[in-house]
């Protein structure tokens, strides 16, 4: 797993959301961007940390941020999350990894004993020139955006 560092340029992405509508990178152009990917749609951890960052979302956008959800889950998928909980950002349904694998939060996990490849709970703080400024390793799903706009 090659995953991105603070100091990284981050190459041009393009994915589709929940909608289908087609989203990259350059569209964030000259804005802070948070891109926080998350294993699968609608399970206990990805829903408390997608909340909390609900939750917090006016203070996340006053600070500047505008936000990315990622996940392998089909647009569907994404859609039926987005809706069950009232998401003001968009979420990627990146079913063939690439934006997964740009970022480097492939790789093998261990989940109960079973060791699988999967999605690496991270979190990837962008500036306006597309560097990354910051990498959240430690998720804490039920405070994320403290986390964030903490500097933590």
Known sequence: MNTLSAGDKVPDFKATDQDGNIVSLSD????KLIVFFYPRANTPGCTAEACNL??????LQEAGYSLLGVSADSEQKQANFRNKYNFPFPLLADEDRTV????GVWGPKKFMGREFDGIHRKTFIIDGSGIVERVIDKVKTKD?????????
């Open 28 to 31: 964030y152009a000259g804005k």
């Open 54 to 59: 609900r939750d917090h979302y006016a203070a």
């Open 100 to 103: 997964i694998e740009t970022f």
């Open 144 to 152: 994320h955006a403290a986390q964030i706009l903490d500097g933590e």
